[in-house]
């Protein structure tokens, strides 16, 4: 009873309620409250034009005072432009898109309107943030604010607006994550939060909203994987996440969504396989996966999708073949499979896709032949299978494809012949058939394709001549027939194609003259005619051509003088005249324009100056114009340049002398002023020039020192300096150049040493110092050069010896060191230079044999004389007999064996008192010390190694090389591997107490080191160890030694 008393009371307080609410006062005081709310936030707007058409504003007869006991003045919003009211009159529509507000949401009193439903302030100058009071409007169905210039979070308040079922927040500046409570929305149906800087994951709370049919999430900066309940929206009929950087693999329970008609995913960072389950959305209508990171072959159930429009799978990193089940999805209207690793062959089946008017297989490793079915595909619009490895001929009946507009066939290896069928393609604009094996001519049907214009040939091997049917194609922009063996004429006719921008008919065999006619191609912008072998001038009618931005005409037999109307192409950027027959004066305007970058003329008979134009032609990059004739004062003809990289004025009749200015281009790489009559010296501020890698200044007359400020040029890779009059010491700075790799210096008047710090420069290869006065030794720092393959250093006043470090060049080719007044040996260890091809040492003062080395062995005559010690069997050199060889021993034995007797006596002494002062338990370490191994050197022999060869020589002195035996020792014959044979006298082991015979064995040895006699054979040398001690002698015949 109770209960029931309370239901009425309530009732009874709903209904006064009701009736309250809907009496006048009250809608006149709700009405009233939104006009105020509405004129606030205008007022806040900016007031510009575009606010004129808001005819928001109270009537005339409006009085703040009264205006809640006036009930007629609360119809006054509903008239508002963009406001509707509900029956009750109060606000419950406001759409404002499009009416170019510009101000923020700040001032928007969203409490004033509980009655809202619709809210729609799209495609405005709306910015700041949006505010959490949104959440105020509780039965807001629609909200729509995209298509503005709001920033900040989105507030996740507005997860609190559960009757929204849409929701509109696209092409803002939104940033941050995309809130949790998104999910909240329950009644949700589309959401567009895309082309906004949003970050963070995909929430997998959004799995939650089992009514969305839109999710539109594309071009923001969202990462991490796409939440697997993304699988749990199974409404969803369009789903777009592309242009984010989301990673991981696609969920395969997106198979789930059976709804869905639009499925893009593309440039992300999707990995793994397309997973097989997409075969399930048999409602799928357009799929696009591209420009992921996806790998696998394609699934075979994707050729499930027979509602499938539009599939994009390009730029992926697919392998395998195209399925041969993709001929069942006889909708596709576009293929494209571009940019993969696919392999195989072009499926037949494809010829069952009559709907396909797009089909783009490029960029791909697909092989075979381009099968015939392909030509049932009269609805093609644009084929492309450029970039693979197909073979075979370009099928015939792909004339049949009238309404092709793009073929694209490059870079393959297709072969054969053009089908003339394809002439029957009148629809065709661009024809790309370049990069292939094709040959034979150009087809003359080529000519009734009158809507083409773009017709590529080129790097293929066609051949005989342009057809002059050619002109037909009135439409052709683009010609390139270059890179073919094509001959005969240009025809003149080509001059009817008024819209020709480009023109290439290079690396050809044409020949005969320019046509006139090309004069009047107007609109043309780049023509290039060179590597043929036209003939004749350069037609005049070239000043027509104002357009012109590239003239390439190198490698002609272009003659007569270069047209002064050449002036007139004021936007020329390019001009290549070099290696023809020109003469007379190049055009002094000839960058009138200022735009002249790239302007080579090399390799002709041109003669007078330089042009007066180039001075101030800061736009240049590259200049060629050497081995010509020209003349003038070099140090008035060139300015500074900004952008200059390479200029090259080598071999002409130039004076003067070098500009400083040539260190203030920045840009400068390369400078050639080689061959001219340059005087004066190097200029310090050359080494300004930190860009430079390439420095030939050779064949002038320069004078003084190479200057100091070298050491700065730290890019140099090559400096010519050859061929002056250039003098003093060479800079040890040029030791820090060490990225050179070529030095030349040789012809000039440089004294002194040889700079040790050359010795850094560990990338060099070509070193050449020849004909100058450098003096002193070879450093032996040289040696480290291990990347020089040629050295010469001949024509110098060099003395000592060779260093045997210079054997550690291991890449050395070529060594000349002759015209100098080098002594001595040459170093045996050049013997290990096995890549050493030449060499040239004559007119020195070596002495003794050649090293075994192929160089030395093959060595010209020339390359040896004017050296009176040398030996060998080379040419005429005398043999290397005993005589010369004992008179080289005889000195080394004496230098060996004074410092031997000095070191033996030291040794017996410092013995002796060892002896005195240790006591008679330390005896046996007395004789290790004594029995240690004595070394000495003899004929270029260390001790250590003498002592391994004989041991090695005699087996361990094996009783087969005994050639007698006595009381005290036996005597061995051994062949040392130098060539000579010694006799080893090997005394008996020591026992205790035989000490005193060691030191008489060390005095007989010191002995016969000092004895000089006719009748005594030479001594080698000995060896005192406590394993073996033995005399090494000279081992003559028929003398006895006693033993």
Same mark, same amino acid.
């Given at each position: 009873?109770?209960?029931?008393?309370?239901?009425?009371?309530?009732?009874?307080?709903?209904?006064?309620?009701?009736?309250?609410?809907?009496?006048?006062?009250?809608?006149?005081?709700?009405?009233?409250?939104?006009?105020?709310?509405?004129?606030?936030?205008?007022?806040?707007?900016?007031?510009?034009?575009?606010?004129?058409?808001?005819?928001?504003?109270?009537?005339?007869?409006?009085?703040?005072?009264?205006?809640?006991?006036?009930?007629?003045?609360?119809?006054?919003?509903?008239?508002?432009?963009?406001?509707?009211?509900?029956?009750?009159?109060?606000?419950?529509?406001?759409?404002?898109?499009?009416?170019?507000?510009?101000?923020?949401?700040?001032?928007?009193?969203?409490?004033? @309107?509980?009655?809202?439903?619709?809210?729609?302030?799209?495609?405005?100058?709306?910015?700041?943030?949006?505010?959490?009071?949104?959440?105020?409007?509780?039965?807001?169905?629609?909200?729509?604010?995209?298509?503005?210039?709001?920033?900040?979070?989105?507030?996740?308040?507005?997860?609190?607006?559960?009757?929204?079922?849409?929701?509109?927040?696209?092409?803002?500046?939104?940033?941050?994550?995309?809130?949790?409570?998104?999910?909240?929305?329950?009644?949700?149906?589309?959401?567009?939060?895309?082309?906004?800087?949003?970050?963070?994951?995909?929430?997998?709370?959004?799995?939650?909203?089992?009514?969305?049919?839109?999710?539109?999430?594309?071009?923001?900066?969202?990462?991490?994987?796409?939440?697997?309940?993304?699988?749990?929206?199974?409404?969803?009929?369009?789903?777009?996440?592309?242009?984010?950087?989301?990673?991981?693999?696609?969920?395969?329970?997106?198979?789930?969504?059976?709804?869905?008609?639009?499925?893009?995913?593309?440039?992300?960072?999707?990995?793994?396989?397309?997973?097989?389950?997409?075969?399930?959305?048999?409602?799928?209508?357009?799929?696009?996966?591209?420009?992921?990171?996806?790998?696998?072959?394609?699934?075979?159930?994707?050729?499930?999708?027979?509602?499938?429009?539009?599939?994009?799978?390009?730029?992926?990193?697919?392998?395998?073949?195209?399925?041969?089940?993709?001929?069942?999805?006889?909708?596709?209207?576009?293929?494209?499979?571009?940019?993969?690793?696919?392999?195989?062959?072009?499926?037949?089946?494809?010829?069952?896709?009559?709907?396909?008017?797009?089909?783009?297989?490029?960029?791909?490793?697909?092989?075979?032949?381009?099968?015939?079915?392909?030509?049932?595909?009269?609805?093609?619009?644009?084929?492309?299978?450029?970039?693979?490895?197909?073979?075979?001929?370009?099928?015939?009946?792909?004339?049949?494809?009238k309404k092709l507009n793009t073929l694209y066939l490059n870079t393959n290896?297709?072969?054969?012949?053009?089908?003339?069928?394809?002439?029957?393609?009148?629809?065709?604009?661009?024809?790309?058939?370049?990069?292939?094996?094709?040959?034979?001519?150009?087809?003359?049907?080529?000519?009734?394709?009158?809507?083409?214009?773009?017709?590529?040939?080129?790097?293929?091997?066609?051949?005989?001549?342009?057809?002059?049917?050619?002109?037909?194609?009135?439409?052709?922009?683009?010609?390139?027939?270059?890179?073919?063996?094509?001959?005969?004429?240009?025809?003149?006719?080509?001059?009817?194609?008024?819209?020709?921008?480009?023109?290439?008919?290079?690396?050809?065999?044409?020949?005969?003259?320019?046509?006139?006619?090309?004069?009047?191609?107007?609109?043309?912008?780049?023509?290039?005619?060179?590597?043929?072998?036209?003939?004749?001038?350069?037609?005049?009618?070239?000043?027509?051509?104002?357009?012109?931005?590239?003239?390439?005409?190198?490698?002609?037999?272009?003659?007569?003088?270069?047209?002064?109307?050449?002036?007139?192409?004021?936007?020329?950027?390019?001009?290549?005249?070099?290696?023809?027959?020109?003469?007379?004066?190049?055009?002094?305007?000839?960058?009138?324009?200022?735009?002249?970058?790239?302007?080579?003329?090399?390799?002709?008979?041109?003669?007078?100056?330089?042009?007066?134009?180039?001075?101030?032609?800061?736009?240049?990059?590259?200049?060629?114009?050497?081995?010509?004739?020209?003349?003038?004062?070099?140090?008035?003809?060139?300015?500074?340049?900004?952008?200059?990289?390479?200029?090259?004025?080598?071999?002409?009749?130039?004076?003067?002398?070098?500009?400083?200015?040539?260190?203030?281009?920045?840009?400068?790489?390369?400078?050639?002023?080689?061959?001219?009559?340059?005087?004066?010296?190097?200029?310090?501020?050359?080494?300004?020039?930190?860009?430079?890698?390439?420095?030939?200044?050779?064949?002038?007359?320069?004078?003084?020192?190479?200057?100091?400020?070298?050491?700065?040029?730290?890019?140099?890779?090559?400096?010519?300096?050859?061929?002056?009059?250039?003098?003093?010491?060479?800079?040890?700075?040029?030791?820090?150049?060490?990225?050179?790799?070529?030095?030349?210096?040789?012809?000039?008047?440089?004294?002194?040493?040889?700079?040790?710090?050359?010795?850094?420069?560990?990338?060099?290869?070509?070193?050449?110092?020849?004909?100058?006065?450098?003096?002193?030794?070879?450093?032996?720092?040289?040696?480290?050069? @291990?990347?020089?393959?040629?050295?010469?250093?001949?024509?110098?006043?060099?003395?000592?010896?060779?260093?045997?470090?210079?054997?550690?060049?291991?890449?050395?080719?070529?060594?000349?060191?002759?015209?100098?007044?080098?002594?001595?040996?040459?170093?045996?260890?050049?013997?290990?230079?096995?890549?050493?091809?030449?060499?040239?040492?004559?007119?020195?003062?070596?002495?003794?044999?050649?090293?075994?080395?192929?160089?030395?062995?093959?060595?010209?005559?020339?390359?040896?004389?004017?050296?009176?010690?040398?030996?060998?069997?080379?040419?005429?050199?005398?043999?290397?007999?005993?005589?010369g060889t004992k008179k080289h021993q005889k000195r080394v034995f004496g230098?060996?064996?004074?410092?031997?007797?000095?070191?033996?006596?030291?040794?017996?002494?410092?013995?002796?008192?060892?002896?005195?002062?240790?006591?008679?338990?330390?005896?046996?370490?007395?004789?290790?010390?004594?029995?240690?191994?004595?070394?000495?050197?003899?004929?270029?022999?260390?001790?250590?190694?003498?002592?391994?060869?004989?041991?090695?020589?005699?087996?361990?002195?094996?009783?087969?090389?005994?050639?007698?035996?006595?009381?005290?020792?036996?005597?061995?014959?051994?062949?040392?591997?130098?060539?000579?044979?010694?006799?080893?006298?090997?005394?008996?082991?020591?026992?205790?107490?035989?000490?005193?015979?060691?030191?008489?064995?060390?005095?007989?040895?010191?002995?016969?080191?000092?004895?000089?006699?006719?009748?005594?054979?030479?001594?080698?040398?000995?060896?005192?160890?406590?394993?073996?001690?033995?005399?090494?002698?000279?081992?003559?015949?028929?003398?006895?030694?006693?033993?």
């Open positions: 009873m109770r209960s029931l008393t309370s239901v009425k009371v309530c009732f009874l307080a709903y209904c006064l309620t009701l009736l309250y609410v809907s009496s006048p006062n009250w809608v006149a005081f709700a009405s009233n409250t939104e006009a105020k709310a509405l004129l606030k936030w205008k007022a806040s707007l900016f007031q510009n034009k575009a606010l004129n058409i808001l005819n928001w504003r109270y009537p005339p007869s409006h009085n703040a005072t009264n205006s809640s006991t006036n009930p007629k003045e609360n119809i006054v919003t509903c008239t508002w432009t963009g406001v509707s009211c509900n029956t009750a009159g109060s606000v419950n529509k406001i759409n404002l898109s499009t009416c170019g507000i510009q101000g923020t949401l700040l001032e928007f009193s969203f409490l004033s @309107f509980p009655n809202l439903e619709y809210l729609n302030l799209s495609m405005n100058k709306l910015f700041d943030v949006i505010p959490p009071q949104v959440s105020y409007l509780s039965k807001l169905h629609y909200l729509d604010l995209s298509l503005n210039q709001l920033s900040g979070r989105i507030p996740p308040e507005i997860g609190l607006l559960r009757n929204l079922t849409f929701l509109g927040l696209y092409e803002n500046t939104f940033f941050g994550d995309i809130p949790k409570e998104i999910g909240n929305l329950k009644s949700l149906v589309e959401l567009y939060l895309c082309k906004n800087e949003l970050n963070g994951s995909i929430p997998r709370s959004l799995g939650n909203l089992t009514s969305l049919t839109h999710l539109y999430l594309y071009t923001n900066q969202l990462s991490g994987s796409i939440p697997k309940e993304i699988g749990n929206m199974e409404s969803l009929v369009d789903l777009e996440l592309c242009s984010n950087t989301l990673s991981g693999v696609i969920p395969p329970n997106i198979g789930h969504l059976k709804k869905l008609n639009t499925l893009y995913l593309y440039t992300n960072q999707l990995s793994g396989s397309i997973p097989k389950e997409i075969g399930n959305l048999k409602s799928l209508v357009d799929l696009q996966l591209y420009e992921n990171q996806l790998n696998g072959s394609i699934p075979r159930s994707l050729c499930n999708l027979t509602s499938l429009t539009i599939l994009y799978l390009y730029a992926t990193q697919l392998y395998g073949t195209v399925p041969n089940e993709i001929g069942n999805m006889r909708s596709l209207v576009v293929l494209d499979l571009s940019g993969n690793q696919l392999n195989g062959s072009i499926p037949k089946s494809l010829g069952h896709l009559t709907s396909l008017t797009r089909l783009y297989l490029f960029g791909n490793k697909l092989s075979g032949i381009i099968p015939n079915e392909i030509c049932n595909l009269t609805s093609l619009v644009d084929l492309q299978l450029a970039f693979n490895t197909l073979t075979g001929f370009i099928p015939p009946n792909i004339g049949n494809l290896q297709l072969s054969g012949s053009i089908p003339k069928e394809i002439g029957n393609m009148k629809s065709l604009v661009g024809l790309y058939l370049y990069g292939n094996k094709l040959n034979g001519s150009i087809p003359r049907s080529l000519g009734d394709l009158t809507s083409l214009t773009h017709l590529y040939l080129y790097a293929n091997q066609l051949s005989g001549s342009i057809p002059k049917e050619i002109d037909h194609m009135k439409s052709l922009v683009d010609l390139e027939l270059s890179s073919n063996t094509l001959s005969g004429l240009i025809p003149p006719n080509i001059g009817n194609l008024k819209k020709l921008n480009t023109l290439y008919l290079h690396i050809n065999q044409l020949s005969g003259l320019i046509p006139k006619e090309i004069g009047n191609l107007k609109s043309l912008v780049d023509l290039q005619l060179h590597e043929n072998q036209l003939h004749g001038s350069i037609p005049i009618s070239f000043g027509n051509l104002t357009n012109l931005e590239i003239l390439y005409l190198r490698d002609n037999q272009l003659s007569g003088s270069i047209p002064k109307e050449i002036e007139s192409l004021k936007k020329l950027i390019g001009l290549q005249l070099d290696s023809n027959q020109f003469s007379g004066y190049l055009p002094q305007n000839i960058c009138q324009g200022g735009k002249l970058t790239n302007f080579t003329a090399s390799t002709n008979h041109l003669t007078g100056p330089i042009p007066k134009s180039l001075k101030n032609c800061t736009s240049l990059v590259r200049v060629r114009l050497n081995q010509n004739q020209l003349t003038g004062n070099i140090s008035e003809d060139f300015g500074v340049y900004p952008n200059l990289d390479f200029i090259d004025v080598s071999h002409n009749n130039l004076y003067g002398e070098i500009s400083y200015k040539w260190g203030q281009c920045p840009q400068l790489k390369t400078l050639r002023l080689a061959g001219n009559n340059l005087t004066g010296n190097i200029p310090p501020e050359i080494g300004n020039g930190t860009q430079i890698k390439g420095l030939d200044l050779s064949l002038n007359n320069l004078v003084g020192m190479i200057p100091k400020e070298f050491w700065r040029l730290t890019s140099l890779v090559k400096l010519m300096l050859n061929g002056n009059q250039l003098s003093g010491r060479i800079p040890l700075e040029l030791g820090s150049l060490i990225d050179l790799e070529y030095l030349d210096l040789s012809t000039n008047k440089f004294n002194e040493s040889i700079p040790s710090t050359l010795g850094d420069l560990f990338r060099l290869h070509y070193l050449n110092l020849s004909n100058n006065k450098v003096a002193q030794a070879v450093p032996i720092k040289l040696g480290k050069l @291990f990347q020089l393959t040629d050295l010469d250093l001949s024509h110098n006043s060099l003395e000592g010896r060779i260093p045997s470090e210079m054997s550690d060049m291991e890449s050395l080719v070529s060594l000349n060191l002759s015209h100098n007044n080098l002594s001595g040996f040459i170093p045996t260890s050049f013997e290990d230079m096995y890549g050493l091809l030449y060499v040239d040492i004559s007119y020195n003062h070596l002495e003794g044999p050649l090293p075994n080395n192929s160089a030395f062995r093959k060595a010209p005559p020339e390359a040896l004389k004017g050296n009176k010690g040398l030996c060998g069997k080379v040419g005429a050199l005398p043999p290397c007999n005993e005589h230098i060996t064996f004074s410092l031997l007797a000095v070191f033996v006596l030291l040794s017996a002494f410092f013995t002796i008192v060892f002896v005195v002062q240790r006591k008679k338990k330390y005896q046996d370490k007395e004789q290790n010390n004594m029995h240690s191994e004595i070394s000495f050197s003899v004929l270029n022999f260390d001790g250590k190694s003498m002592y391994d060869e004989i041991i090695r020589a005699t087996a361990d002195f094996d009783s087969t090389y005994c050639i007698g035996k006595g009381g005290h020792g036996s005597v061995y014959r051994v062949n040392l591997s130098s060539g000579d044979v010694v006799a080893v006298k090997k005394l008996h082991p020591l026992w205790d107490g035989e000490i005193e015979f060691q030191k008489e064995f060390l005095n007989e040895v010191r002995a016969l080191t000092e004895i000089r006699h006719r009748n005594i054979v030479k001594l080698y040398g000995f060896c005192a160890h406590k394993r073996h001690s033995f005399v090494v002698y000279v081992l003559k015949e028929n003398v006895i030694l006693l033993i």
